[in-house]
């Protein structure tokens, strides 16, 4: 097990409560996350609670009921300037389209890698990295841009040695 901290994308709790790790089929999924959040290690954002919030199903009651105080503020300055430099790196990347850009200025996903830079957390997401994508500014890309370790859940879940079983 290591020292990192991890902070999760809305996309790790989506796919798994909609899929794989799904509430009735994997209980103890969820448990290890309550236990890594309660000893420092597994966080989100606020903004990211939003987006699960929209959903109105078990997962967002679970997040309200189960998981709130493991959603950090995004208020912070250092998370702020951070956040302002991500989008500044964004809109100036002819890659990507003006849609794509408009879509990543709406969601969570800038924050979270901006919470991350701040605070020193490796980005936990289903994402992958493409260099070649336009319609989409994927979180492993801004990771990579930025210097930020970026992992997906199965990899954070053997770095925490989770054992499922």
């Known amino acids: 097990m290591n020292g990192y901290r991890y902070i999760l994308d809305a996309d790790v709790f989506m796919c798994a ?27 989100s954002i606020d903004r990211v609670q939003t987006e699960i919030q929209r959903g109105k199903d078990e997962l967002a009651s679970w997040t309200k009921e189960r998981f709130a105080s493991a959603f950090m503020p995004t208020d912070d300055p250092q998370v702020i300037d951070g956040y302002r430099e991500l989008m500044e790196w964004v809109q100036s990347q002819d890659q990507f389209f003006a849609a794509a850009k408009a879509e990543f200025a709406s969601k969570a996903d800038g924050w979270l890698v901006a919470y991350a830079t ?8 289903q994402e992958v990295l493409n260099a070649d994508v336009k ?7 801004l990771c990579e841009a930025f210097n930020v370790p970026c992992i997906n859940t199965f990899s954070m879940l053997r770095n925490l040695g989770v054992r499922f079983g």
């Not at 409560?17 to 966080?43: E, N, T």
């Not at 701040?118 to 997401?125: F, L, S």
Request: hydrophobic share 45%.
């Open 17 to 43: 409560a909609r899929s794989y790790y799904a509430f009735d089929l994997a209980p103890r999924f969820w448990q290890s996350l309550i236990a890594h959040a309660q000893d420092g290690r597994v966080m």
């Open 118 to 125: 701040a605070k020193g957390y490796v980005v936990v997401t």
């Open 135 to 141: 319609r989409k500014v994927p979180i492993p890309n």
